[in-house]
């Protein structure tokens, strides 16, 4: 079976154990942030635990036979 994984707003499709695998990875990762104050555009860093709370993550079964029919229908290309 296939996971769909969905970070942000972007969706990717792996084995599900490696989705479930990313997931968990993605709770044990710090967060890290650049900074850059306004007036002064003195650059600082900053790292903290947060945890997948704050991430929009997620993951979904696919079906080998949905996976196969998606395969076959490949990229959405946008009518205009």
Do not use: C, N, P
Not at 13 to 23: C, S
Not at 39 to 44: C, R
Not at 70 to 77: D, F, R, S, T
């Amino acid at each position: 079976m296939k996971g769909i994984i969905k970070i942000g707003w972007k969706e990717y499709v792996m084995e599900l154990d490696e989705a479930l695998e990313l997931i968990q990875k993605l709770q044990e990762a710090e967060r890290f942030e650049e900074y850059t104050e306004y007036k002064s555009k003195e650059k600082t860093y900053h790292v903290w635990s947060e945890g997948i709370e704050s991430v929009r993550a997620s993951v979904e079964v696919l079906t080998d036979s949905g996976y196969r029919a998606a395969k076959l229908l490949g990229k959405h290309e946008k009518s205009t």
